[in-house]
């Protein structure tokens, strides 16, 4: 076995070396250097400042400046040359270089068997491909129109050959004719529907300023009023209508659709139908009217039960609430005469709710035209809010406080509303 050498020698020889004469030979600026060299600066439990090569052992010089330390180690940095490598950069792969596997090349089997059916499918049309994948059911190749011509296409053919069995003497023309839907076979792209084009609405030519004269005239020519799509009426001006529907006796339908309407048009609108007692059908649809307009809306028209025709759907703020919905179908409830209302609920109990009261509407009317005795009416209950009970001096009565006693005027109209809800009953 072959001996270890370090420098040339062999490391029996160093056995005998006296470390200690070894060291006092040493200056100390060697001892210091050879102590760096012989320190590990990965090693956590060597304190930091002995790992660190660069060291500071001159006095301070003056009080403490970060910006002046930071500028004198970022010059340091620069000027001061990197120390020397102990093993010089050399690219090295290691571990195992990645190879993609080679994939097994698939044989095909080329001894193909000639059949009888090649040449005649090699040769035959788009038409009659398209004919035989139907017949053998092959739906998958084919959309739903070409599956629907491939019957009519056979139909047709069936019928021209009849044709030609019964009339061989016909003229040129039925013979091309009779070509053509012979040849009318199945095609293999199909083509869309052609689109119906609908003609535009002509604009809303009403004039404005005098239609709201005849109404406030209450011009007994002027029984509808039609408002809609016409975008430049200001909101004062529709206001001033709501005004002349109040002592107008002669309108009978009046239609605001897709106007800018606002809540305060709906509330004066709102306020006029409580009043008119002629008009049968409103349409405010397309507007911006929140929810609780169209309530006020609804309770007048139920006050009033004479508007046979209420649409207000297709509004900006689209979901109306649960809250609402669920008071719509309860004012309705009430409501006798309305026989078409045009909203929509998003609450699927309301919306059968609202469905039922107006087919019990339209049914009533039904009965009535026809001499059958109706149901009878009920009329709408009068809610009753009691006031929280508060402290003397206008707080919150605390936790754990008993509750004052409710003074007697109170209970003599809550017993009073209760026993005008029970005549009304």
Known sequence: MANTKLYGKDLAEYDDINIDELLETLTPEQIEELGQELIDPDDSHIPPSERCRYKTEKEPTGTYDRKHLIDHLETTAKEEKD????????????????????????VIDEDDVDTEWDEVL???????????????????????????????????????????????????????????????????????????????????????????????ANDPELKELNLNNIKNISLHRLREFAEALKTNTVLESISLAATKSTDRVGKAFAEALKVNKTLTTFNIESNYITGPVILSLLQAIS?????????????????????????????????????????????????????????????????????????????????????????ENGEAPRLGAKKAPPPKEEESEEEESEEEESDEE
Not at 87 to 93: C, D, M, N, S, T
């Open 83 to 106: 120390w020397d490598e102990v093993k010089p950069f050399a690219k090295e792969v290691r571990g195992k270089v990645w190879k993609p596997k080679e994939q097994e090349k698939i």
């Open 122 to 216: 090699a040769n035959a049309t788009e038409e009659e491909l398209v004919d035989l994948a139907a017949i053998l059911g092959f739906h998958g190749m084919l959309n739903q129109v070409q599956y629907h011509r491939a019957f009519i296409d056979t139909d047709a053919k069936e019928t021209a050959a009849v044709e030609e069995d019964e009339d061989e003497d016909e003229d040129e023309e039925d013979e091309d004719k009779k070509k053509k839907v012979k040849g009318s076979g199945f095609q293999g792209v199909a083509k869309h529907q052609e689109f119906k084009l609908v003609k535009e609405e002509p604009p809303n030519n009403t004039n404005v300023e005098e239609s709201l004269e005849k109404l406030k």
């Open 303 to 391: 006050e009033n039960q004479t508007i046979i025709e209420f649409r207000v759907a297709n509004q900006r703020p689209q979901l109306l609430g649960n809250k609402v919905e669920t008071e719509v179908a309860d004012i309705v409830q009430y409501n006798y005469t309305l026989l078409k209302f045009g909203i929509f609920l998003e609450i699927p109990g309301a919306r059968v709710r609202l469905q039922e009261y107006l087919q019990r509407n339209n049914d009533a009317l039904r009965q009535e035209r026809m001499g059958q005795p109706t149901p009878d009416r009920v009329a709408r209950p009068v809610k009753v809010f009691k006031k929280r009970e508060t402290a």
